[in-house]
């Protein structure tokens, strides 16, 4: 397997010797192109190439990176392309990518073109947490980024969710707190919203501005050791070089400006600073790869010449660029001010055609109204009419009405006179039932007197009756003869008494019948005036 591998780069690089081009892919941070190449040329052919292709003039801060085993490196501009460490296969890849990163962008960078590179790829370090950016931060770089992409917000085209498929925040901010996408979303757009009348180039120069005030913006790391063999973090940027703690990549332990240092020397993997301060210690420090010490020492020399560079007075070329980047930029001021002005007017006609659009509409609804009013009206007019007949009907039975309710009245009055009448009648009756009960119960309580008195007078009588027959059997007891038990006292007395034994005996027997008739005939009475008396005392 090792022997086909080798043999097929053997062959791929004697097909190189002998052709007289290849191919190589440039991938920006927006875009892939494909070359063919020379053989002969050199990173600088290449380089210009890639730079007249996509329009860029401020080269210096530009490079070709490469992929080499662990690590990458930079193509040098005077040494071919095949020259270099690359990979076998085609086409060759290279990233075109900042190599340097300026003090002050808003100063330094003229190009839009250059502006949006760096833009692009400062967004991307953030994103992919090479630079630490706090959660308020990188809520106003997301809201930067996405007035660069969209516009101007407008509610009713970038409706809740449009930013969904966005990625805007580094996930270590997303995780540092509980909220849902929703969430973020609605803090970016309230941000977002605040950047009306901001340009892609102003909202791009605005992130790169706050971006550039971050601790870890255009430091390139790499681990060292120093002269005691301890582990440390280089950093180099456009202002020095930095020394750090590994696990501390935002505060430097000790920098180096480039306007404080002397000299660097390289010799044999190993660096050492010297500041212009005599009297301060030379720092030195070691890489154990010999390709990292060729990249530390071309950032050191790239960064510190742009360093004095921005402290010298501009090329002639650099002038021309920036005076060329003011004009561009004023025609596109009087451009955009052109276009608002246009867009003023437009939407002032606008307005004008809705509110006579509306007015008209106003009208014609006016109208209808006033027309169904109309209508509506004589519905009504219709509709009183019959109500006023109506009325008038109702009018006539109301004082029939009336009238019967007038002969009512005048019956009931009627009435409550023959009521009073009769209520009066009523009384008088009353009272006189009142009198006749209390003459019944002094007749009936003589009654009772004289019915006791004809109970004694019955009692008396039958003892007389008794007495008599006592006396009658007294005397038939002394008889000479038996007389027969069918014998009546009538019969005996008038057969075996004498007549002045049997007139006085009969003369008690029919007195003491005739006490016992009265009698009974008392209580009849008595009976029949109670009865009298309870049927009066109903009726009333």
């Not at 919203?193 to 992130?207: F, I, N």
Request: charged share 30%; net charge negative; glycine share 2%.
């Amino acid at each position: 397997m090792a022997s086909a591998i080798a043999s097929k780069m053997g062959l791929s690089s004697w097909r190189r010797k002998h052709s007289k081009a290849f191919n190589v892919r440039i991938v920006t941070m927006d875009a892939e192109m494909e070359f063919s190449c020379e053989v002969k040329w050199k990173g600088k052919d290449l380089f210009d190439l890639v730079c007249r292709t996509v329009g860029l003039r401020e080269t210096w801060f530009f490079g070709l990176q490469y992929n080499v085993k662990d690590t990458v490196a930079w193509l040098k501009m005077d040494k071919k392309v095949l020259d270099h460490d690359v990979p076998k296969e085609e086409p060759i890849t290279f990233n075109f990518l900042a190599k340097f990163y300026p003090e002050n962008a808003e100063e330094e960078l003229v190009q839009d073109i250059t502006q949006h590179l760096f833009f692009l790829q400062v967004k991307k370090q953030i994103l992919d947490e090479e630079i630490y950016c706090p959660p308020e931060a990188s809520v106003l770089l997301a809201s930067y980024a996405v007035q660069a992409k969209y516009g101007d917000y407008d509610p009713g085209v970038h409706n809740p969710g449009f930013l969904a498929q966005e990625e805007l925040l580094p996930k270590r901010v997303i995780n540092l707190y509980q909220m849902t996408p929703e969430m973020w979303e609605e803090r970016i757009t309230a941000c977002y919203a605040e950047h009306r009348g901001r340009t892609r180039d102003e909202a791009e120069m605005e992130y790169l501005k706050i971006a550039q005030d971050l601790e870890m913006y255009g430091v390139n790391y790499f681990f060292i050791r120093n002269k005691k063999g301890t582990d440390l973090l280089l950093g180099v940027d456009a202002l020095g070089l930095h020394i750090y703690d590994p696990e501390n990549r935002l505060t430097p332990k000790i920098s180096f400006p480039w306007n404080e240092i002397r000299n660097i020397s390289y010799s044999d993997k190993e660096f050492a600073i010297k500041p212009l301060d005599k009297k301060t210690d030379v720092f030195k420090f070691n890489s154990s790869k010999l390709r990292v010490n060729k990249l530390i020492l071309q950032l050191c020399i790239g960064n510190h010449d742009l360093f004095m560079r921005r402290r010298r007075v501009d090329s002639l070329e650099v002038q021309q660029m920036k005076s060329q980047a003011r004009e561009e930029k004023a025609r596109k001021q009087m451009e955009r001010q052109r276009l608002a002005r246009e867009k003023h007017l437009r939407e002032e006609a606008e307005r004008s055609r809705d509110e006579l659009e509306r007015r008209l509409l106003q009208l014609q609804d006016e109208a209808q109204m006033a027309n169904e009013a109309l209508i509506r009206s004589e519905e009504t007019a219709d509709l009183l009419a019959e109500k006023a007949q109506i009325a008038e009907e109702e009018a006539k039975l109301l004082a029939q009405k009336a009238a019967e309710a007038e002969q009512e009245m005048q019956r009931i009055k009627v009435t409550a006179i023959r009521g009073e009448e009769e209520k009066r009648l009523m009384e008088q009756k009353m009272l006189e039932a009142e009198m006749l009960a209390l003459k019944m119960a002094e007749e009936s309580e003589r009654r009772a007197k004289e019915a006791e008195l004809l109970k004694q007078d019955l009692q008396e009588a039958r003892e007389s009756e008794r007495r008599a027959k006592h006396k009658l059997l007294e005397i038939t007891s002394k008889s000479a003869y038996t007389v027969t038990p069918a014998l009546s006292a009538r019969s005996l007395t008038a057969q075996h008494l004498s007549p002045f034994a049997a007139q006085h005996l009969f003369n008690v027997v029919s007195k003491a019948a005739q006490s016992q008739t009265r009698l009974m005939s008392s209580i009849s009475i008595f009976f029949l005036q109670e009865s009298m008396l309870v049927q009066s005392w109903e009726v009333l």
